[in-house]
């Protein structure tokens, strides 16, 4: 099973920049894409931005051109640097690792305490 460890939020200004960080540990397939992910309260969670094991990136329109996604494949390590950031950004955020799966890509990790990310106005 994968362990999955996020940190790096805050709380923080709109406007401000924050740069989150997640190391995966345990079975890691080969050509494992990772992702961030958020849940707003009474929202259901949502991907934000995948990379894969290529470093081809895909990003949720309302994040696009402020988030960046990056990973190290050597320490399993994914990170998102988080700038312009707006009050509808709070949410916790999580992290995972996928592999491709019927057209799609399942996330197979544990998903971990995630970390929270608050921008007040």
């Known amino acids: 099973q994968v362990q999955l460890v996020e940190s790096g939020g805050g709380l923080v200004q709109a406007g401000g920049s924050l740069r989150l960080s997640c190391a995966a540990s345990?079975?890691?397939?080969?050509?494992?894409?990772m992702g961030w992910f958020r849940q707003a309260p009474g929202k259901e969670r949502e991907l934000v931005a995948r990379?894969?094991?290529?470093?081809?990136?895909n990003y949720a329109d309302s994040v696009k051109g402020r988030f960046t996604i990056s990973r190290a494949n050597a320490e399993n390590t994914v990170y998102l640097q988080m700038n312009s950031l707006k009050p509808e950004d709070t949410a916790v955020y999580y992290c995972?690792?996928?592999?491709?799966?019927?057209?799609?890509?399942?996330?197979?990790?544990?998903w971990g305490q995630g970390t929270q990310v608050t921008v007040s106005s």
């Open positions: 345990g079975t890691i397939f080969r050509n494992s894409a």
């Open positions: 990379i894969t094991s290529g470093l081809s990136t």
């Open positions: 995972n690792v996928g592999t491709s799966a019927g057209g799609g890509v399942y996330w197979y990790g544990k």
